[in-house]
């Protein structure tokens, strides 16, 4: 930001489950700082957070929205992240740039797989972390309940530091234990706020609740413990020290209520990000890598530049928008810059700061401050921008992996170029997709982290690039061996009509190779029975029929391939004549020697909960899979398995289903095996049935 005390920075990350209020509670903040003067709603397409035609169609978060303002001396950024896990890669780029996290949890609903997920990608970050129970103005909010599961799910003690006034319809504020002070709210969703006193009739209850909420953060801490025992009081300046601590270390999750469809919530989190989230200073030290050197990124304006890229807006006309934050030094305009992965230099010209899609001009950039630059030549997401004394690079965690690929391919003949370059903007901008091509089937495959996931790129595809793509389940690369051998082989060609005419002939004998050895061609030749010019063409026909395959039209795989003999005519050999007794050879020798189909296996890792284990379990044995072990990560149990990859192409949709949407998985690929028989028929059967068509 452009501020001039790194001190006075704040930046944190709305997460949590889908639908619990993120975007909600985003635009009442923004109603609160003054930066809008509405409260839009995510159901009717207006929210000031959620600006993207997908988002508005969809009625969800897609891609991270980010909002910079100035309020009460605090320079503050938050940013909204989706909360489906088909865009789980926003969110974790989102959390390696900023200090703090607010966990969002539906006060009705409680904790779910969401809230859960997003938490432990908090932590895995080193972030602190603090909670706001929303909806509290919905039929079944339970504060107190939601936040006994909230403690439980996390394995955190959670500390309640609001007494709501009110429940459900009635609900419109809350008594903070800490200052005891009444924050009472109109309900006509202008979020004006009143602070007075605790009223009479609950000064009994807010009392007990403040006397569980200092014993809770008295346990964190040895001494302030003591204390408390033996004076049986803390001042609100200690209460203050030791939650702050508390949430530092990640011992204390510090819980607040709000209602952000009533514009309470806002006002909350103002207050909360001057009284417990870190500044740059006081958050935990990311780290800067140079070769093999590590050291601590210190948050000194004066110090070289390093500034993170963790998000990428590509834009049909204006190009790439770089965001970045800033860990060291100080971003001005009219500077250069230095890619530290590419070695590219930039020029600054404008640094953006943004309010949702609106965008405003900075001079600089202090560290902690999040902003934009334009059109950057050769700049991606998570690489290192630096001045040209530093070429260290932020160490970051890699983008998760894809779980699931289409084969992708142009909807209108012509359109192939367009769509592959466009399709490259895309993935640019979004770190969890990947477009490749497989060497094996020459698809070209797009991977994301969900079917939504895919469904929504393209339809950003289509709405920037006015270009559309189809998509087909991806092909399985089998391939094709032997079993057996097949020796004195002959492959002939023998042409005549009425001028020169064709003629070769070749004797191989065929043998199985080792797995993944490819086919080897052994020239066993004496003799001079096919001349040394021809032997290379027996060669060339040899390995252009294995290509095709045999069986299914598969590659054939793991031969040895000894050519021992063979014939030739003084005028009518040609190098045509013996590529094609080749071809001929080989095709006989491969039905002759056992012929057999390779499927691919994957090494799958499949994490999931306790209860999920057994389901998981019978169901990959219904795939054919072999599990090799399970073994406790965190909360969850993971299971290493082995599956052919023709019976997970599906797995993620049916892996959610088992799970409620509590399990993940990744994979790649491990080696080839024979595909049982009854695999094998159907899959030649269908090859058959899709070349007479």
């Known amino acids: 930001m452009s501020g001039s005390d790194v001190n006075q920075v704040r930046n944190f990350a709305l997460v949590g489950h889908g639908g619990d ?48 303002f100035e309020k009460e001396g605090l320079e503050i950024t938050v940013i909204d992240t989706p909360g489906d896990a088909n865009f789980a890669g926003e969110t974790e780029g989102v959390l390696q740039a900023v200090d703090h996290a607010v966990l969002v949890v539906s006060a009705s609903d409680g904790p779910k797989v969401g809230t859960e ?10 972030l602190s972390v603090t909670s706001v129970l929303n909806k509290m103005d919905h039929e079944r909010a339970d504060y107190d309940g939601c936040a006994e599961q909230l403690e439980k799910a996390l394995g955190v003690r959670a500390v309640k530091l609001h007494l709501p006034i009110g429940h459900g319809e009635n609900y419109r504020g809350y008594i903070d234990l800490v200052t005891q002070k009444a924050h009472t709210f109109e309900t006509d969703g202008s979020g004006r706020e009143e602070v007075g006193p605790v009223p009479d009739d609950l000064k009994d209850a807010a009392e007990e609740a403040r006397v569980v909420m200092i014993e809770a953060v008295a346990e964190g801490d040895d001494q302030i413990l003591e204390k408390y025992l033996e004076e049986g009081e803390l001042s609100e300046e200690e209460v203050q020290a030791t939650l702050a601590k508390g949430i530092s270390e990640g011992t204390l999750l510090p819980v607040f209520s709000a209602a952000a469809g009533r514009n309470i919530g806002g006002a909350v989190l103002l207050e909360a990000a001057h009284r417990f989230f870190p500044s740059p200073t006081e958050a935990i030290a990311r780290r800067t890598r140079a070769g093999e050197d590590e050291a601590e990124l210190a948050p000194d304006p004066n110090a070289p530049l390093a500034a993170l890229v963790f998000k990428s807006v590509a834009d049909r006309y204006a190009g790439m928008l770089s965001i970045l934050r800033v860990f060291r030094g100080t971003l001005k305009t009219d500077i250069m810059i230095v890619n530290a992965r590419t070695g590219t230099k930039e020029r600054v010209t404008k ?17 902690g401050g999040i902003a934009a630059l ?52 895309l993935v640019e901008e979004d770190t969890s997709l990947y477009l490749g091509r497989d060497e094996r089937t020459q698809e070209f495959l797009l991977t994301g982290l969900g079917q939504l996931h895919i469904e929504v790129t393209l339809e950003k595809l289509r709405r920037m690039y006015n270009v559309e793509v189809n998509l087909k389940p991806p092909k399985v690369p089998y391939l094709e061996t032997i079993t057996g051998r097949a020796e004195n082989i002959e492959g002939k060609l023998k042409k005549q009509t009425g001028g020169r005419g064709q003629f070769g002939v070749c004797y191989i004998n ?16 004496v003799g001079g029975s096919i001349p040394r010019q021809f032997i290379s063409a027996v060669e060339k026909g ?36 013996f590529k094609m007794a080749g071809s001929f050879a080989i095709k006989a020798a491969v039905l002759a020697a056992s012929p057999a189909l390779l499927e691919p296996i994957m090494d799958a890792e499949i994490s999931v909960p306790d209860e999920s284990v057994g389901d998981v379990m019978g169901n990959l044995n219904g795939r054919r899979g072999r599990v090799g072990g399970v073994g406790a990560r965190g909360s969850l149990q993971v299971i290493q398995a082995k599956v052919p990859m023709s019976e997970m192409l599906s797995y993620a949709l049916d892996l959610t289903s088992m799970t409620g949407g509590k399990g993940s998985f990744s994979m790649e690929f491990s080696h080839y095996e024979e595909a049982p028989a009854q695999i094998r028929q159907r899959i030649i059967t269908e090859a058959q049935r899709d070349k007479e068509a």
């Open 351 to 367: 640094i953006l700061q943004l309010r949702g899609e609106e965008t405003s001009e900075v001079k600089e950039l202090l560290p």
């Open 117 to 126: 997920r997003s938490f432990r990608l908090a932590r895995d970050q080193g």
């Open 542 to 577: 040899i390995r252009e029929a294995c290509a095709r395959g045999v069986l299914a039209g598969f590659p054939l795989s793991d031969l040895i391939i000894h050519c021992i003999d063979g014939k030739h005519h003084a005028v009518d050999s040609s190098e045509q004549a």
């Open 374 to 425: 334009a059109k950057l030549r050769d700049t991606r997401t998570l690489d290192t921008l630096a001045d040209d004394k530093s070429r260290s690079e932020v160490v970051v965690i890699p983008p998760p992996r894809g779980v699931i690929s289409f084969a992708v391919e142009a909807a209108n003949k012509g359109d192939e170029d367009k769509v592959f370059e466009s399709l490259n903007r």
């Open 510 to 525: 065929l043998e199985p190779g080792e797995r993944g050895s490819g086919v080897q061609f052994l020239d066993e030749i």
């Open 21 to 68: 209020g993120k975007t909600t509670l985003a635009d009442s903040l923004a109603m609160a700082a003054g930066v809008t003067n509405r409260l839009g709603e995510v159901e009717q397409g207006s929210s000031f957070m959620n600006y993207l035609p997908e988002e508005k169609v969809r009625r969800i978060t897609i891609s991270a929205s980010i909002c910079t």
